[in-house]
């Protein structure tokens, strides 16, 4: 069956302007996720979705990210003016119980 | 709150030798463990997990990790390496049981470098 799929693959964008990032988890899957891995920081926890329950947004690094998921499915993760340091691999993860899937990435590169 | 050691960043090793790539954690309550790969330009890979019971526990490609609490570590083996097995392994750690969420904590990864 289909696995995560991340859209799109690469993005590169100026410093300042907005991003949208895409994650279309495993169907079925009640849990999603977002990580992001860079060079200095390794991979770290960004924000968690499970179900209708409030998502977990401990790890959002400030208030320019937000992310959501619409109807239990797709999620999106946007970046508002974004800055060189937010330049990474944005990583999608989806669950049914402890087992995480991981999508390919959206590699982010800001200009 | 938990966090994850792995000690050594690189590992390069000889083709058919023994591995041993080293994860030590850290955490107030009880945990799961994991270990995933990831090949060059790939996402992650899932190679093993410990929720409960036998504290050796196998994965896929021939690796093994063993869970020892009072060490707090979930070191990966494998008894012969391949070439294909070079890549970047990661540790990771999550709340066990009730506290669990799911969410993942990463260790800073290692990457074994398989030579002929």
């Known amino acids: 069956g289909a696995g995560v799929s991340q859209s799109p693959s690469n993005k590169v964008t100026e410093k300042g302007k907005d991003v949208e990032l895409r994650c279309d988890p495993i169907s079925g899957h009640t849990a999603l996720y977002w990580y992001r891995q860079s060079l200095g920081q390794g991979l770290e926890f960004l924000i968690y979705?499970?179900?209708?329950?409030?998502?977990?947004k401990s790890g959002l690094p400030s208030d320019r990210f937000s992310a959501e998921r619409t109807g239990g499915s797709v999620s999106t993760l946007t970046i508002q003016r974004t800055q060189q340091e937010d330049s990474a691999v944005y990583l999608c993860?989806?669950?049914?119980?402890?087992?995480?899937?991981f999508g390919p990435g959206t590699r982010l590169t800001v200009l | 709150a938990q966090s994850v050691t792995q000690l050594d960043s690189q590992v390069p090793v000889f083709e058919e030798a023994p591995v041993e790539l080293r994860c030590n954690y850290s955490s107030s309550v009880s945990v799961y463990l994991f270990w995933y790969v990831q090949y060059p330009n790939q996402g992650l890979q899932l190679l093993l997990k410990?929720?409960?019971?036998?504290?050796l526990v196998k994965g896929i490609n021939g690796f093994e990790a063993e869970f020892n609490k009072s060490q707090t570590s979930f070191h990966l083996r494998k008894p012969s390496v391949h070439i294909s097995d070079t890549a970047e392994y990661f540790c990771?750690?999550?709340?066990?049981?009730?506290?669990?969420?799911?969410?993942?904590?990463f260790g800073q990864g290692t990457t074994l470098q398989v030579k002929p």
């Open positions: 993860a989806s669950s049914l119980a402890t087992e995480q899937f």
């Open positions: 990771a750690v999550s709340a066990g049981g009730s506290s669990n969420t799911g969410k993942l904590i």
């Open positions: 979705f499970q179900g209708n329950s409030a998502p977990d």
């Open positions: 410990y929720l409960s019971g036998s504290t």
